[in-house]
Structure formats: structure tokens, C-alpha cells
């Protein structure tokens, strides 16, 4: 689509252009739209401490400006016109973006832009970085931080002169540090890269998104405000730091007999069958049921070097049967039947693309997923559906927050890339937890809810298309106990279930045993130049 592109001083950030790079196939910039004259007033005396955090927390390397290249681009530069801190853009200007037939505006540049007569030919397309139904206005993040909300939103929205108060094509969310601002604002710009092409997409479908209502318009903080918020962070890194150093998430499997999807949030573990975890092992997470229903895989945490393994439970007893992938870093084992052959998927992100392993004594070889070689893919979970195989991951840099689907005619690949990756922008539910089920015609997918800690529960959606070009879903129910805190991943098998949880307990070696899991497993990727075969 032709579109005209508003910058400053021929200047851009980084995540700006990272987000025009990802949109470039739904894009084509005609002309560039340089303003020259951009001011914001500053009250220093009012807002001196809020300057202060903003220079360690929202300049960082994403918002730090560079030139743009324009050598194949036309470049209409101009003064805007200032109606008190509204800018408007010149007629003069807005005559060469209609001489090409260009109706779509990208605003990376200028400030609060008034929408008068003249400019509503036109469809501006702006990012703000909140969600507008709670927090409109600026600074970015600040608020959200402020009131330890469990996550950011981001919008794409065309512009109208109700501050953040237009109309919505794109909607996403990003992880809140709540310890961090500086490590919020990279999270939050880093996500920003994939929301414009899913605007401008969702711009020609005539798709929009929907909201109930406008919230507050934020002003930047005053001085005394900036000290509450600073305590806030400092009490909360305090704590942080704390909990890392003497106390562990203590993890186990528990599995019931006879339970329906509706009953699973008002689940105790002491109604269910709990594993004694071997004494080799700190904890047992990650269940998953055998194809053929005979064991339970689980990941085992090894208590000396703290990498996972993938050991196998007897279905009855749960007790331990043997090992099934040890000497790197090994979690998640999903399990698959194609044809007559079982397999295991499990997540080796640390050390290698996605393989899978048949689970067959006679044959242990290693298969590489073609197409994906290139990717370390964090919980990866693989459905068949209309004779097609999709697989949902999450990538290294943003499992948290982002979840990606890749596609392909056969188990083994070569798979392609899904067109609205990423498919889910939400720390609440992004990342997979366990087994795509078919229910009663319907596809439900479980994912996690990392907004205030790993592993603080599951949410239920409703898979509502997915094809090679089409993905959504929506929030239906989440999983949760009354009694311990968790699950994290999830797997049924006719009228049983199995899940994990966790209990925090005190340890004065739970610093160390976090330090020592990050050095084996740094230790484990320098040694591993091909993923280790599993031994039986």
C-alpha cells in the first residue's frame, strides 16, 4: 500500500525503523514528510526529576535517533504550523501526499498533531504505548509501573483530536519489569517492531479494534510523585533480590483420575496423586502423557548442576522409570503420535533448533525440524489440523510475551513462517502450557500467565480460526489451585489430567543453585556443537 511516512530532522529511532523494516511487504513509503520544527515545552523546576529517570529509562538504544536513508525516497520538508502545543501540517504539504493517491500517513515524527479540515482526507496512523481504555497521554510505562498493573498495552490507532482517543487497528501487550522501568521501556519498544505491519493489515481488511471505554489522560509526573515511584521500584528490586537469594520455587506433578475441563480451576492437590521426586532431583515439572497412554514424561531438574532432563514416570505409581534426555539443558517434553510412529518435542532452546526424537528403542535418531534451523524455540507444542501441521513457539529474546506459529505439510517441515506472526502479544497468555486440545469440535489452547512471575497460572482459549493464513482465538477461562500456586503446563488424556504446581520454600542454597544452573548451562552450550542423542 502507498503511504506517506512523518519524521523529524530526517531523524529515526530504532524501533521505529525495526517496525517499518517488518512492515515492508504491506508497505510502500512514497514520500517522507520531514518536519523541522518540532518543539516540546519543558517545565525543568516542575519535571526535573521525571528528566532525570527518563534518561536512563526511555533513552536507551531503541529510541536513540539516527538519519534516515532517503536516497530512493521523495522528501517534502517543511515548518508545521503551532496552535498552542498542537502542530498541524501545511496545506502545501498534504497537496503532494494527495497528488500520489496516497491515503495512509505513518506519524513517527512531530508532536500532538491537530486533525483539521484539510488533514482528515486522510488516515494518520500513529503508536501509543498504553492501553487507552486505562491510560492515555504519557510517559509511557510510568503509571503502569506506578500501579504494579500486571501489563502494557500498545496500540496502534488513527489519530483524532481526542488525545489517544482514535479509532484502534492494532492492539497488543508487553511485559511489565516491576522492578525495572529501563527494562520495561526496552521490553515494550521491542514489541512495537511487530504491531505496525498488524495495523496497516488490519487498515485494508477494515478491521478494527474495539474498546469500551477512554481512560485518564496522564500528564508527566511532578516531582514528588517521582520520589513515591522511585521507592516503589527500590522496595520491589529489595524484595526481588531477596527472594532470589533464600528462597526456591519447589515444583511437582500431580494427576487426577476423573475431571472435566470446567471442574480444573477449583482442583486441589491433595485430591489428586503426587510423585515423590528421586532423590537425585531438586523437582519434577512439565508433564505430558505418553502417546500410548503407558508413561508420563516429565522434566526432572538434576539438583547438582540444575539442568533439566527428561525422565519418564510410570503411569500407576509415578515412579521413576529411566532417563530419557540428559547432558544439556532439556524441558517441555511434548509428546506426538504421526501415523504409527511416537515421538517427543522437547524444548532445547539453550542449546539447539527444535528437533523431535522417536520414542522407539530400535530407533533413537535426532530429526530436525526443516525451515526452523535457524530458530531457538522456547515450549514448542504441534497440532495436526486440515491435514497440515502447525507448530507454536515462543522465541528466546520474547517467549514471555510472544507467540509465534509456523506451518507445513509434513512432521517434519520444511515449515514456513505464519503471516500474522506473532499470532499472541500478551505476557498473560502468550506462551505455550501444554497439549492443543480437541473438545466437542472445538481447538483450546493453553498458555501462561507470566505477568508477575513464572508459572503463576493458566489461561483457556478458544483457537477460533487457524489455517496458513488466518489466526485467533479468544480468552475463555483460566486454571488455577486453591491450595498451592501454579500450574504452568497442563495435559489430558480421556477423563484424566495431569499438571504441575509449586510451593516456596526457604533455602540459603537457592542463590547458589541459580547461579549454578546459568554457568552449566552456558558451560553445556559451548560443548554441545550438535544436539546429544538421548540415551534409553
Not at 321 to 339: C, I, M, N, R, V
Not at 384 to 409: A, M, N, P, R
Not at 520 to 531: A, D, E, G, N, Q
Amino acid at each position: 500500500m502507498k503511504t506517506a511516512l512523518i519524521v523529524d530532522n530526517l531523524t529515526l529511532t530504532e524501533w521505529q525503523k525495526r517496525a517499518l523494516s517488518h512492515a515492508s511487504d504491506v508497505m510502500d513509503i512514497e514520500i517522507i514528510l520531514n518536519c523541522q520544527n518540532t518543539q516540546t515545552k519543558k517545565n525543568f523546576l516542575k519535571h526535573f526529576s521525571y528528566y532525570l529517570i527518563n534518561l536512563t529509562a526511555l533513552q536507551n538504544h531503541l529510541t536513540r535517533k539516527s538519519k534516515l536513508n532517503f536516497d530512493y525516497k521523495t522528501v517534502v520538508s517543511f515548518d508545521s504550523l503551532y496552535d498552542g502545543n498542537w502542530q498541524t501540517l501545511p496545506n502545501k504539504v498534504l497537496d503532494e501526499v494527495e497528488k500520489r493517491g496516497i491515503k495512509l500517513i505513518i506519524k513517527f515524527g512531530m508532536s500532538l498533531l491537530r486533525i483539521n479540515k484539510a488533514t482528515s482526507k486522510f488516515d494518520i496512523l500513529s503508536f501509543h504505548h498504553g492501553n487507552p481504555e486505562k491510560y492515555r497521554g504519557r510517559p509511557a510505562g510510568f503509571y503502569e509501573l506506578l500501579n504494579n498493573e500486571e501489563k502494557l498495552g500498545l496500540v496502534v490507532q488513527k489519530l483524532s483530536n481526542k488525545v489517544d482517543g482514535g479509532t484502534i487497528y492494532a492492539k497488543a501487550y508487553a511485559k511489565v519489569v516491576h522492578h525495572s522501568y529501563k527494562k520495561t521501556a526496552i521490553n515494550f519498544f521491542e514489541k512495537s517492531e511487530f504491531l505496525l505491519r498488524k495495523a496497516i493489515q488490519n487498515y485494508l481488511d477494515k478491521s478494527t479494534v474495539n474498546i469500551h471505554k477512554l481512560g485518564k489522560n496522564y500528564k508527566l509526573p511532578e516531582n514528588s510523585l517521582v520520589v513515591c515511584f522511585l521507592l516503589s521500584l527500590a522496595k520491589r528490586k529489595i524484595a526481588r533480590l531477596f527472594y532470589g537469594m533464600f528462597f526456591e520455587k519447589k515444583w511437582n506433578i500431580v494427576k487426577f483420575k476423573k475431571v472435566n475441563l470446567d471442574g480444573l480451576n477449583k482442583l486441589s492437590v491433595s485430591s489428586g496423586s503426587v510423585p515423590s521426586v528421586y532423590k537425585k532431583y531438586s523437582f519434577y515439572a512439565d508433564p505430558f502423557f505418553s502417546p500410548k497412554g503407558d508413561v508420563i514424561l516429565v522434566e526432572a531438574m538434576n539438583a547438582k548442576n540444575g539442568l533439566g532432563e527428561i525422565v519418564q514416570l510410570d503411569m500407576d505409581s509415578l515412579e521413576m522409570k529411566g532417563k530419557l534426555l540428559e547432558g544439556a539443558h532439556y524441558s517441555y517434553p511434548f509428546t506426538l503420535k504421526d501415523g504409527e510412529m511416537e515421538y517427543i518435542l522437547p524444548e532445547v532452546a539453550s542449546h539447539s533448533s527444535p528437533y523431535i526424537v522417536p520414542l522407539s528403542p530400535e530407533n533413537q535418531k535426532i530429526l530436525q525440524l526443516e525451515g526452523l534451523e535457524d530458530l531457538r524455540l522456547v515450549d514448542c507444542t504441534i497440532i495436526k489440523h486440515d491435514e497440515k501441521y502447525f507448530l507454536f513457539g515462543g522465541l528466546q529474546s520474547s517467549s514471555s510475551d510472544c507467540l509465534f506459529l509456523y506451518y507445513s505439510k509434513n512432521l517434519l517441515g520444511p515449515y514456513k513462517p505464519h503471516p500474522k506472526n506473532p499470532i499472541v502479544m500478551d505476557p498473560k497468555t502468550a506462551r505455550m502450557g501444554g497439549r492443543i486440545v480437541a473438545k466437542e469440535g472445538r481447538l483450546l489452547r493453553f498458555g501462561q500467565n507470566n505477568c508477575f512471575g513464572y508459572g503463576q497460572g493458566l489461561v483457556v482459549n478458544e483457537i477460533n480460526r487457524l489455517s496458513p493464513t488466518e489466526y485467533e482465538e479468544s480468552c475463555i477461562g483460566e486454571i488455577g489451585f486453591k491450595d498451592v500456586k501454579g500450574p504452568h503446563t497442563i495435559d489430558l488424556r480421556e477423563d484424566m489430567a495431569i499438571l504441575d504446581f509449586y510451593v516456596e520454600e526457604l533455602s540459603v542454597l537457592a542463590g547458589y543453585r541459580r547461579l549454578a544452573a546459568r554457568v552449566f548451562k552456558k558451560l553445556t552450550v559451548r560443548k554441545l556443537s550438535k544436539p546429544r542423542k538421548h540415551n534409553r
